[in-house]
């Protein structure tokens, strides 16, 4: 089944520089890719995705990164604010009997330090 | 609210008792997730409901029973359970499983087990 690894595990940034989350999958035929944000005490929440058909995509201070042929892809978070400390989980789509579904990431816990 | 409603919010159990746990959405989403989270391990994956009909069971004690009586309702029914079963009990739901997309969390019950 898919495997998908994230580092680092914990991430501190000053605030207003930039962050950058990696994750690598194992499955060669995951073709979405979601990243989700949860704050402390809350719910998962989706913050971007990126589909196997494009290389990057960007929404404001959050930017998205693939490269397929190496199995990885990356969160990136330019100005970084308070706001911004929370744990980031990746996803990677795999197959399973003929089911797709989400395998996660172990999660970064990111702290903007003021 | 996303639309992925989850009660209680909070919930203490002593290791004798029998509870429930309630997870609902109206998103017209025909797939039903429940995920264990503790504090320091990722999102763990225990059923996957597709059309109310349960398609995986990820070796979870037999002490976590989950019941799909339609696409839109999702329980867990706890029993005997351990202090180690303690954690944030996610719900969650996507159109399919052969399209992950959408993928909504609920906010979450936190169990404590006494």
């Known amino acids: 089944g898919e495997n998908v690894e994230q580092h680092p595990s914990t991430l501190s940034v000053q605030e207003g520089d930039s962050a950058v989350i990696k994750c690598t999958y194992s499955d060669s035929a995951s073709n979405y890719f979601p990243w989700y944000k949860q704050e402390l005490g809350k719910r998962p929440q989706l913050i971007i995705d990126?589909?196997?058909?494009?290389g990057e995509k960007k929404d404001q201070r959050i930017a998205v990164t693939l490269n397929k042929t190496a199995k990885h892809f990356s969160l990136h978070i330019t100005e970084t604010q308070p706001e911004d400390s929370a744990v980031y989980f990746c996803a990677a789509t795999s197959w399973d009997f003929g089911n797709e579904k989400l395998t996660f990431g172990t999660g970064t816990r990111l702290t903007i330090i003021p | 609210e996303t639309g992925v409603t989850q009660t209680p919010r909070h919930l203490v159990m002593g290791m004798t008792n029998k509870k429930s746990l309630k997870c609902e959405q109206h998103?017209?989403?025909?797939?039903m997730y429940w995920y264990k989270q503790s504090a320091k391990k990722p999102l763990e994956l225990m059923f996957v409901?597709?059309?109310?009909?349960?398609?995986e069971n990820n070796s979870v004690p037999s002490r976590f029973s989950p019941e799909c009586p339609n696409s839109s309702h999702l329980f867990l029914h706890l029993h005997t359970l351990q202090p180690e079963d303690s954690a944030l009990y996610l719900c969650?739901?996507?159109?399919?499983?052969?399209?992950?997309?959408?993928?909504?969390f609920g906010s979450g019950t936190r169990l404590t087990v006494v």
């Open positions: 998103l017209g989403h025909n797939a």
């Open positions: 969650a739901s996507s159109l399919g499983l052969d399209r992950p997309y959408g993928y909504t």
């Open positions: 409901y597709n059309f109310k009909e349960q398609t």
């Open positions: 990126i589909r196997s058909n494009v």
